[in-house]
């Protein structure tokens, strides 16, 4: 939110029975970055919605690059975060600094990403 890249994407700010079930982090992002965003704003009479809420897998970068029709979609996402990690530090190498091997690519950006290695995958 804070670099601008908050899409309105569907999912929705929800309350039930006065407190907020859903969108903590999206509220936070906003307070924390002083950005505002557009959001769906749902009032539900209960809170006991919240036992409900969320009960899919989540959705990662190699769901999106399958959405996007490549394949192999593990290894490339894997493959890719291991590049992306190499353009940031320059290295593979741990630093003792709670760094891996690879860096996670957000799902908005990981088609954008993949597009940097044109002739690798």
């Known amino acids: 939110m804070e670099q601008d ?17 859903d969108g903590q982090h999206r509220l936070s992002a906003c307070i924390e970055s002083g950005k505002s965003f557009d959001a769906i704003w749902i009032e539900l009479q209960s809170e ?14 190699s769901d999106i690059l399958s959405i996007a029709g490549h394949k192999n979609t593990v290894s ?4 890719m975060c291991i590049l992306a990690k190499i353009d940031e530090s320059g290295t593979l190498s741990w630093q003792g600094n709670g760094s891996g091997s690879r860096k996670d690519v957000a799902n908005h950006m990981t088609e954008s990403e993949l597009a940097k290695y044109p002739h690798t995958f």
């Open 5 to 21: 890249q908050w899409k309105l994407n569907g999912e929705p700010i929800i309350f039930g029975g006065n407190k907020l079930i």
């Open 76 to 79: 490339l996402y894997s493959a």
């Open 48 to 61: 006991n919605s919240f036992r409900t809420l969320n009960q899919g897998k989540r959705r990662g970068g």
